[in-house]
Structures are given as C-alpha cells and as structure tokens.
C-alpha cells in the first residue's frame, strides 16, 4: 500500500477493562482497523495516567490496577481514517479521541 507524504493519526486513549461484546475493546477497534483495510494500528500500554475522572492509575507493584491507560495509534490518509469514525462513536463511550495531521516519511 501507497500512502501519500500527508496523513492523518488518529489517537483513541482508554482504560484496558473497556470492553466491547466481551472482549477488550482494543481488540475491537484494532480487528475493525484491519477489517477496514487501514494502513496500520498499534495498541501501546501506559503504566500511569488518568482521564476526565481525575482517577490515577498506576502499575505500581502496591497498587495493581486493572484500569492501566490504553492508547491505539491508527495511521492512514483521512478518506480512509474517516471509515473507522462511525465505529469509534459507537463503542468508544468513555475514553478521548483525537485525530492530527502527520508527514509520513517511510511506509514499507
């Protein structure tokens, strides 16, 4: 796949118990991305963080959490991007959602 020197990321930043039909919903998201033909998605892992409720998570070996931040990293051009968009709105109801322009330099 070709992808042209401007692009789209888009960013969908979650807790790791988000589910979606009973399972994780990451994996949810990122078996759409591939269904949907996206360019590429990475699921990352924080070991700290937290969200709109002020609720910090940590990996802290006292404190196991099982609310550990999630971000999904999709890359693709904004037509295809787009495709994911009514998914995201539908399964994604506690969490963030942003979407930046990128120069993609190497895709291989």
Same mark, same amino acid.
């Not at 401007?6 to 399972?23: H, P, V, W």
């Not at 070996?61 to 539908?90: A, C, T, Y």
């Given at each position: 796949?070709?992808?042209?020197?401007?692009? @789209?990321?888009?960013?969908?930043?979650?807790? &790791? #118990? !988000? /589910?979606?039909?009973? @399972?994780?919903?990451? &994996?949810?998201?990122?078996?759409? =991305?591939?269904?949907? !033909?996206? =360019?590429? =998605? +990475?699921?990352?892992?924080?070991?700290?963080?937290?969200?709109? #409720?002020?609720?910090?998570?940590? =990996?802290?070996?006292?404190?196991? /959490? /099982?609310?550990?931040?999630?971000?999904? &990293?999709?890359?693709? !051009?904004?037509? %295809?991007i &787009? @495709?994911?968009?009514?998914?995201? #709105?539908?399964?994604? #109801?506690?969490?963030?959602? +942003?979407?930046e322009?990128? %120069?993609?330099?190497?895709?291989?």
């Amino acid at each position: 796949m070709k992808l042209p020197e401007k692009g @789209k990321q888009l960013r969908i930043f979650i807790d &790791e #118990d !988000n /589910s979606y039909k009973g @399972k994780p919903l990451y &994996e949810a998201i990122i078996y759409k =991305a591939r269904e949907l !033909n996206l =360019a590429g =998605a +990475t699921v990352t892992k924080g070991i700290m963080g937290y969200g709109a #409720d002020s609720r910090i998570s940590t =990996a802290k070996i006292l404190r196991l /959490s /099982s609310h550990l931040p999630i971000i999904i &990293e999709i890359v693709d !051009n904004e037509e %295809n991007i &787009e @495709k994911i968009m009514p998914f995201l #709105d539908e399964v994604v #109801d506690k969490g963030l959602v +942003t979407l930046e322009n990128i %120069n993609i330099k190497v895709y291989r």
